[in-house]
């Protein structure tokens, strides 16, 4: 929506009405807001943009990528006349797209103006180039009224690179850089794109100049020249002596003709395929990875230590950083106390036993094991913990499990289920369940020599280590005795390896450790100031955690919790900082209205309630109306914004996890908003300064690690995808959809928000934070040393269910103000990063799909069934070379997984995780995963209807039979 503009394109508040047909500005300025009820809103404001449901949207966004994609035959006959008339080619194109241009958006004078001086530019451009078809006739009726057609070429071909390169919404009057008045609005909320850098802007021309030239080159070898052979020979085909009852022999006369349509089609289709091909050939970068030199790098990157180098030596406040990790992995049951032992850092005399101390692990570097392990790459050095900004964690909660009961641990989901969770946990985390084992038992034996019980049985058993058999029960559910304390036990241990919310909480409070830990080795005169009293020390190191990290849970139903209520104050006890906003509802004060809603948030410091059992508030926000306008997450996350402190915010799902030497670098991540060093310069000084010209960094990004890849091969399928999202080249346009990222919450929530929340349209509702942000002037950073833990998908049908979700997602955001805006401004050399890295991706599907059955298509059209003899070989090795493209693309699409394993785990790994993908037949799971993405962007297209599908976040233990997966897939898939 956009206020009542004049022509200069600036709002006047003399043009917004108020009911009683008079101005708001005729009113006194202290009276103005106390009047905004009465505004005529119809009146005041009109859409900039309306968002229809049709394939012109593709055209009007995308058409650079029609144009590019204008390729033309350039042998030696017909070099300029194709040359011409392929010019002529874009011209309609973009005419067309002008055309399409004028039902999406209002038709004020503005806009209307803009486009037609466009479109009579474009008719009197396609009447110039098209003459040069009359040219060709010159001898038998022009004559000489006309030139040769070397004349022609260069205009035409300046034409051809203009449509390509220069955005549609700066030709022929420049929305992003005109001078006039009527384009300031564009300016300042579409179009304020952040500037490249003069490196950044060298490197993003030169990966697409090449990304072009292989794809031109390609193409002219590969599909146009030696598509030549199969147009000759069908061409020339003449089918006689056919006739039919019915038809006549029309049908069969024109067989050829038929199939040199759909031969064509095909071609062009595996002409658009091969284009994405090679923008995941050139935009793969492998992610690097070298764990040397760990001590040095922990020194150098993460501990402010120019002030300490004289008074303290490195070694010393590296060994503290160090043992707080293995504590933590020991914590975590993944070492045992005797490797704990062993990985201490502590100087000792070198030994000539130097043996492995970590056990054989079948989870391949964990996040535990690559600490510091890409900052190579540039980072921004690290500050101290007093100098730090403080930064907030915002989680939503609705119905996902906040701690598993043990009931749901011990025993079968169902009667298709063969497994209980608790034995699948077993399988999956052997080692990690012995460790707990171990230190369970020797927990027993403490508590049973306090209170003087023999939990092991007789004494006997007890002087000679134990009875395995009498250790059975703890192998077998993690507890030999039901009291609370081991139950409890269990079900933590099996809630921190599925996707609960404990398990969140659990990894985003390892913040706090991490602030603690780091002012401790930052600043060692507190530890002396305080002595041996550790208490104060502890009580000291909270209350800076506390100043630099909240974490904040909008618990939507926590008002109406009957069996969460103990899960939830089990955290709360566990965690007493964290934040927990919720809705309460309240009776009406007037008989049969409407319920008051209130915004409240508590913490595990709050006063518990007796009565209740609820924790008294400690803010109490009346809402006016009820906040839930959208599918609920998005409205969480914009609820609960109002209680973040701080500079930065962090959107988290409830399915991520976060650990403790992720979190160390904490001040590197933050400093990547360039805000750690302010210049002394004024900005407003005569002539400005550099600093104040760049563009403010609004969100830092951050790669995701899937914990869930080694949970199965769909398990596998799925972390492969997201591990491979970050290692995508980003130059100049790539969007990230937030869920790892760090946010400035400054320029987010005065620029649209954290997040979308209206229901249908925003289903993918953080992608849409990212536009606003870029649109309005921030720039987004990738960083590649940080990364958050993910879970994913683990069934088939749930990893199908979330391709559904992204594939309806798509078409709502293709129909969006946002597309428009970036198709028809951004530079073009970004709007191709955009495009591929994400629009790009799901036509491609859709390119995928329709090549198979296009080629189906016209195996059908070349079956020799008619009399006659024709020399059909040329046809049949086009075939050959389409069903290798068929193939090649979906081998391609393997490629940045199999690099960045080669290069972040080796060549063994690499090929051992791609064999057993192909020996997993996943490459067949992603011809429905395929299917199911295309079918569901061509139907929300056609029809609508997105919605939010929940995709369940359990383990895939049921088996499904065929028929039942059939029955719920089939109609998506056959289609």
């Not at 030497?661 to 060093?677: D, R, S």
């Not at 059908?860 to 493209?885: A, E, H, M, T």
Request: hydrophobic share 40%.
């Amino acid at each position: 929506m956009t206020a009542s503009t004049s022509s200069s394109g600036i709002p006047r508040a003399s043009r917004i009405p108020l009911n009683d047909r008079t101005c708001l500005v005729d009113l006194s300025p202290a009276q103005r807001f106390m009047k905004f009820d009465k505004i005529d809103w119809n009146r005041a404001f009109f859409k900039t943009y309306q968002e229809k449901r049709t394939l012109l949207q593709l055209l009007v966004h995308f058409n650079h990528i029609w144009v590019i994609h204008n390729s033309r035959d350039t042998t030696a006959t017909m070099t300029w006349s194709t040359t011409v008339l392929g010019g002529a080619v874009s011209t309609i194109i973009m005419i067309l797209a002008t055309l399409a241009e004028f039902t999406f958006i209002t038709t004020t004078w503005n806009n209307t103006s803009h486009l037609s001086r466009r479109l009579m530019f474009l008719l009197v451009a396609l009447g110039l180039t098209s003459a040069h078809v009359l040219h060709r006739n010159r001898k038998r009726w022009l004559g000489r009224l006309l030139p040769a057609p070397y004349p022609w070429y260069h205009p035409v071909l300046h034409r051809s690179y203009r449509y390509a390169i220069l955005p549609s919404g700066r030709m022929f009057g420049d929305r992003v850089a005109g001078k006039s008045h009527k384009y300031l609005a564009s300016q300042t909320f579409t179009a304020s794109y952040p500037t490249l850098t003069r490196n950044q802007r060298i490197g993003s021309i030169a990966l697409w100049t090449l990304f072009f030239g292989c794809k031109a080159t390609e193409s002219y070898f590969y599909l146009a020249l030696l598509f030549k052979d199969p147009v000759h020979v069908m061409v020339g085909i003449k089918i006689q002596q056919c006739d039919d009852r019915i038809f006549g022999n029309a049908l069969r006369t024109n067989q050829a003709a038929f199939t040199l349509a759909i031969v064509f089609i095909m071609d062009l289709t595996l002409f658009f395929l091969d284009t994405y091909l090679w923008y995941v050939i050139w935009n793969t970068t492998p992610l690097k990875d070298i764990f040397t030199r760990l001590p040095k790098r922990i020194y150098a990157k993460i501990l402010v230590a120019a002030d300490m180098e004289v008074k303290y030596k490195p070694k010393v406040l590296v060994s503290q950083v160090w043992n707080a990790i293995i504590i933590s992995m020991y914590c975590e049951h993944l070492l045992l106390i005797d490797h704990v032992q062993k990985l201490l850092y502590h100087q000792v005399q070198r030994q000539s036993d130097a043996g492995r101390v970590l056990p054989r692990r079948k989870r391949g570097s964990p996040p535990h094991l690559v600490l510091c392990s890409e900052f190579d790459d540039y980072n921004p050095g690290a500050a101290p913990v007093d100098a730090m900004p403080t930064f907030t964690v915002l989680t939503p909660h609705y119905l996902a499990k906040i701690l598993l009961s043990l009931r749901e641990i011990i025993r079968e989901e169902d009667q298709n289920t063969s497994v209980t969770l608790l034995e699948y946990l077993k399988q999956l985390h052997p080692i990690e369940w012995e460790n707990f084992v171990k230190d369970t038992m020797i927990l027993a034996k403490e508590s049973a020599a306090f209170n003087r019980i023999n939990p092991f049985g007789n004494s006997s058993d007890e002087q000679g280590g134990g009875n395995k058999t009498d250790d059975l029960p703890f192998y077998a559910i993690g507890f030999k005795s039901a009291a609370p304390e081991f139950t409890l036990r269990t079900r933590i241990w099996a809630s921190l390896r599925a996707q609960t919310l404990y398990r969140t909480v659990s990894g985003m409070m390892n913040y706090a450790k991490a602030i603690k830990l780091l002012y401790r080795v930052g600043n060692p005169e507190v530890v002396q100031l305080f002595g041996g009293n550790t208490e104060k020390l502890e009580h000291e190191l909270g209350r800076v955690a506390r100043r630099k990290f909240k974490f904040v849970i909008s618990m939507q139903r926590y008002s109406k919790f009957n069996k969460e209520q103990e899960n939830a104050e089990f955290m709360l006890r566990a965690y007493p900082d964290l934040q927990i906003a919720y809705l309460d509802e309240e009776p009406s004060k007037k008989e049969g209205g409407e319920p008051r809603l209130f915004l409240a948030l508590i913490d595990g410091h709050s006063e518990l309630m007796p009565k209740t059992g609820h924790r008294r508030s400690k803010f109490r926000i009346e809402l006016l109306e009820n906040p839930i306008l959208g599918d609920g997450k998005s409205d969480d996350q914009n609820r609960e914004i109002i209680f973040y402190r701080g500079e930065y915010l962090r959107l988290i799902d409830v399915n991520q996890d976060n650990y403790l030497e992720e979190c160390l670098k904490i001040h590197n991540v933050l400093g990547e908003f360039e805000q750690y060093h302010t210049t002394q310069q004024s900005p407003y000084a005569q002539w400005g300064h550099k600093e104040f010209q760049q563009s403010p960094v609004a969100i830092v990004e951050a790669r995701e690690y899937i914990f869930s890849e080694n949970i199965g091969i769909l398990g596998d399928v799925a972390g492969g995808k997201e591990q491979t999202f970050g290692t995508l080249a980003w130059i100049g346009g790539k969007l990230h959809y937030g869920h790892p990222d760090f946010l400035n919450a400054t320029f987010m929530s005065t620029r649209g928000g954290v997040s979308k929340a209206q229901k249908g349209p925003h289903l993918n509702e953080d992608i849409f934070a990212n536009m606003n942000a870029f649109g309005r002037g921030g720039r987004i950073k990738h960083t590649e040393y940080f990364q958050c833990g993910k879970g994913r998908d683990l069934g088939f049908g749930t990893v199908l269910n979330f391709q559904t979700k992204l594939g309806n997602g798509m078409p709502e955001q293709m129909l969006s103000r946002e597309y428009y805006y970036l198709g028809t401004q951004l530079p073009i050399n970004r709007f191709l990063s955009f495009y591929y890295g994400h629009p790009g991706f799901h036509i491609n599907n859709i390119l995928v799909i329709l090549s198979a059955q296009v080629f189906i298509l016209a195996l059908l059209f070349l079956v020799d069934n008619q009399r006659g003899c024709y020399n059909l070989l040329p046809v049949f090795d086009w075939i050959k070379r389409c069903i290798i493209s068929i193939f090649l693309v979906f081998a391609i699409a393997f490629l940045p997984l199999f690099l960045q394993e080669l290069t972040e785990r080796g060549t063994g790994r690499a090929l051992l995780r791609l064999a057993k993908h192909f020996l997993s037949l996943s490459p067949i799971f992603e011809v429905f995963s395929t299917q199911i993405q295309s079918n569901s962007i061509i139907t929300n297209t056609s029809f609508g209807g997105a919605r939010y599908i929940a995709t369940g976040r359990g383990f895939a233990t049921t088996r499904i039979s065929f028929s039942t997966l059939h029955s719920r897939l089939a109609l998506s898939i056959l289609v």
